[in-house]
């Protein structure tokens, strides 16, 4: 069966910028129910190739070509809200507007308040505002760029479904890997000024790129030629850094089951150590401690222990309580009951949300070796050149102004200044925001090697699986989950625990969850066997697909067992097409149900 046409496409694109061609000679076309993932490095052009696929710029050559009626709809990272008083005239304003009413809904949906102010709405509001805007315009082409930044997990996972429900084609460039891996089915890398296209989701794309580097490197060595200086060390950090962190999370799994040993009874929130040694030193010990504004409990009984080299995830809505958390295990807040003890010789560094604050006039060389060539790294000397290239930079930036860099190198930057510093404590308030994949990889990397205790608040899922081997969970109702693990294993025990919650720490028991409420008008036998199955049914197969693209994402299947790859690569596609249609038949019959 041939594929569908497409309904948008470039011929020989190209785009000038500076003096120079960012890319040339791009071939890229958008089929009606194509889920694409756009990826590539901070600065390869994703945002610009998502402008030109919109049709908001022009390119300086090559031909666009879009099925009449297709109304095409660019999720902007930045939208600029400065001209509207409230978000509600913002999501309204101009010709192609949609309607009031359908945007109260998905609004409502969303949990954003539309009457607010829009110049004083927090980051995750206008994020809000503008996904409402884009949604409810009902787009054919969806293009997101970094639709999940400032949103917490429940607004994240609320796009997911509608996502997973939608109709017609989408682009999106994200830096969440879990929000890529089960949203998209194609892949476009843009790498170098050329684009490659690949009927792969994310899920998929390790293995790929791995490949492609590899027939890089042996077409190179038949042509006895050496691939330019910026490639070599480029294309050699980023495959060794994917080996290592295969190690690593190995190592992340044995921390983490030594620091389950050292948890109480499930539920328990306090970390009981077998020693006091070296290796197990008490760096932060919390003791029954509890934290209100006003009448509403923020932080109730909480006890917790923890040790050096551990990594501490904290997790929750917006408003859950995360930030109280971490103002109180680093001592910026005095709890209202309870005593919290720090070590004595504790040294933090913070690195928080606003990273806008190196003045844009410094030099790179400025900000790092206060205008020299040597920098000081954790004790050990290093000229800066070695040092900016193992952060991902060109060494040719050196002497440029800060103000010129991208959001993203910014954010590199800003990493690479601070995890120069001697600490033994290091905290991350939302350290995935703006920066690309390969920057990711390479967080987790310095984080990996960091010697003293990490506490992060993220509402990046795979980060944090990869990272933190005790996760803090938040529900706002002033309990703290501490489970030994990531963002998964806090998840699943949510998933399995109790629906009464109480106050304080206490121990949570499972229950089966209830049955489906009898029906307000009568099913046929089929129907309401359907309604009772298809739940369990949704969630088997929402497991055998990360089960399947865990397998998928090992860097060897790609070149070790090609037909496994294939085989396993359709049976996602197939398994993904079950389910969607799974929840629409569920979908269907709820409604019947509620009548």
Do not use: C
Request: hydrophobic residues 40%; proline residues 4%.
């Amino acid at each position: 069966m041939a594929a569908p046409a497409p309904i948008l496409a470039f011929e020989n694109l190209g785009i000038v910028q500076g003096s120079g061609w960012l890319f040339r000679n791009l071939d890229i076309h958008v089929g009606p129910r194509d889920r694409l993932a756009l990826i590539g490095r901070n600065g390869a052009g994703k945002t610009t190739l998502m402008k030109l696929i919109a049709g908001s710029i022009e390119a300086d050559e090559g031909r666009r070509t879009i099925q009449p009626g297709t109304r095409v709809i660019l999720l902007e990272q930045e939208p600029d809200l400065r001209a509207y008083k409230t978000l509600l005239d913002y999501v309204l304003a101009g010709d192609d507007a949609p309607m009031e009413y359908e945007a109260d809904a998905i609004a409502d949906q969303l949990g954003i308040d539309l009457s607010r102010d829009a110049a004083s709405a927090s980051g995750g509001e206008r994020r809000r505002a503008a996904i409402v805007r884009a949604l409810a315009m009902e787009p054919d082409v969806l293009l997101l760029d970094e639709p999940t930044n400032h949103l917490d997990i429940a607004a994240i996972e609320w796009i997911e479904q509608w996502l997973s429900r939608f109709n017609g084609a989408f682009v999106v460039i994200s830096h969440d890997r879990t929000f890529l891996t089960r949203l998209t089915k194609q892949t476009l890398w843009l790498d170098r000024g050329a684009v490659r296209r690949a009927e792969i989701g994310f899920g998929g794309f390790d293995a790929w790129t791995e490949q492609v580097y590899a027939d890089e490197a042996r077409n190179a060595e038949k042509l006895d030629a050496k691939l330019k200086l910026e490639e070599h060390w480029l294309l050699r950090g980023v495959t060794g850094r994917r080996k290592r962190n295969q190690g690593r999370l190995t190592k992340l799994v044995e921390m983490r089951a030594e620091r389950a040993s050292m948890i109480g009874p499930q539920g328990s929130a306090n970390l009981t150590i077998g020693t006091d040694d070296a290796k197990t030193k008490v760096v932060i010990d919390a003791k029954h401690i509890s934290k209100s504004f006003g009448e509403r409990p923020i932080i109730t009984d909480l006890s917790l222990r923890i040790t050096r080299k551990d990594r501490i995830g904290i997790v929750g809505a917006n408003g859950a309580g995360k930030s109280t958390l971490l103002k109180l295990l680093t001592g910026e807040l005095e709890p209202d009951a309870g005593q919290i003890r720090f070590a004595k010789t504790m040294e933090r560094i913070v690195i928080d949300q606003q990273r806008s604050k190196m003045a844009p006039e410094k030099t790179v060389r400025d900000v790092l070796a206060d205008g020299g060539d040597w920098i000081d790294v954790q004790g050990s000397r290093k000229h800066v050149v070695g040092y900016l290239k193992e952060f991902l930079f060109d060494p040719n930036v050196l002497d440029a102004k800060v103000g010129t860099l991208s959001g993203g190198e910014r954010s590199r930057l800003l990493l690479a200044r601070e995890f120069a510093k001697p600490s033994n404590l290091l905290v991350l308030d939302e350290p995935t925001n703006d920066l690309d994949l390969e920057t990711l990889d390479l967080l987790q990397d310095v984080i990996g090697d960091y010697e003293g205790t990490v506490l992060i608040v993220s509402h990046d899922r795979d980060f944090l699986d990869r990272t933190v081997t005790i996760t803090l969970g938040l529900d706002g109702s002033g309990t703290v989950d501490v489970v030994a693990g990531g963002y998964e294993d806090w998840e699943r025990k949510r998933k399995a625990a109790a629906p009464k919650r109480g106050g304080g720490n206490r121990k949570v028991q499972a229950t089966a969850p209830p049955p489906p409420p009898a029906p307000k008008v009568k099913l046929t036998f089929k129907d309401q066997r359907d309604y009772e199955i298809l739940p369990k049914r949704i969630e088997e197969i929402e497991a055998g697909i990360v089960r399947d693209e865990k397998i998928l994402a090992d860097p060897a299947l790609y070149s070790k067992d090609f037909a496994k790859f294939e085989r396993l690569t359709k049976e996602i596609a197939a398994a993904r097409a079950e389910k969607e249609a799974a929840e629409l038949r569920w979908l269907e019959l709820a409604e019947k149900v509620g009548g």
